[in-house]
């Protein structure tokens, strides 16, 4: 039987495995980025800080 998961487990899920898959760096090159390149509707929405700090987390979390 699957038990269910909140949506904030979910994403710290799908979170750790990217940063297992992609490594710590990943992030920071994210970061780096600060919505550059694509993530257009997230930068309007959130700022270019909200990228610098993916950036700074550096899938530490």
Same mark, same amino acid.
Request: avoid cysteine.
């Given at each position: 039987m699957a038990v269910a998961m909140s949506r904030a487990e979910a994403g @710290?899920? &799908?979170g750790l495995t990217t940063k297992k @898959?992609? $490594?710590?760096d990943f992030y +920071? @090159?994210?970061g780096r980025k $600060? &919505?550059?390149? $694509? &993530?257009l #509707? #997230?930068? +309007?929405r959130y700022g270019p800080?909200?990228?610098r700090s993916? &950036? @700074?987390k550096g899938g530490s979390r």
């Open positions: @710290r899920k &799908g @898959r992609y $490594g710590a +920071q @090159r994210i $600060g &919505g550059k390149k $694509g &993530g #509707t #997230t930068k +309007q800080d909200f990228y993916i &950036g @700074r």
